[in-house]
Nanobody, 124 residues
Framework: QVQLVESGGGLVQAGDSLRLSCAAS????????MGWFRQAAGKEREFVAA????????YYADSVKGRITISRDNAKNTVYLQMNSLKPEDTAVYYC?????????????????WGQGTQVTVSS
């Protein structure tokens, strides 16, 4: 089992940047893939970005390509989501999750454990 704790959310203005962090504990962090999802009010949770266990492969939703970067520091058991040029439509609760086996990195059902989420609000 692994525990995930997100941090770094907040209220920002359009065009600002934020860096979210997700600290993991439990099983060997460097052994599994990680992902970020988000859920806006009244909408389903959607894929944002994913990263392989080594960090060598990254994947992004089309809606965030060029503005958001996922990275990880296996020495610190932490995965990051750097978000630039934020837009009001980025407003959501952001969740990190761990993916043990599945290669379907963009599917919610591929992830085994989830954090509690951190709120990001972007004002216009």
């Amino acid at each position: 089992q692994v525990q995930l704790v997100e941090s770094g959310g907040g209220l920002v203005q359009a065009g600002d940047s934020l860096r979210l962090s997700c600290a993991a504990s439990g099983r060997t962090f460097s052994s599994y893939g990680m992902g970020w999802f988000r859920q806006a009010a009244g909408k389903e949770r959607e894929f944002v970005a994913a990263i392989s266990s080594s960090g060598g492969k990254t994947y992004y939703a089309d809606s965030v390509k060029g503005r958001i970067t996922i990275s990880r520091d296996n020495a610190k058991n932490t995965v990051y989501l750097q978000m630039n040029s934020l837009k009001p439509e980025d407003t959501a609760v952001y969740y990190c999750a761990v993916r043990y086996y599945s290669e379907n990195y963009s599917m919610r059902t591929a992830y085994d454990y989830w954090g509690q989420g951190t709120q990001v609000t972007v004002s216009s």
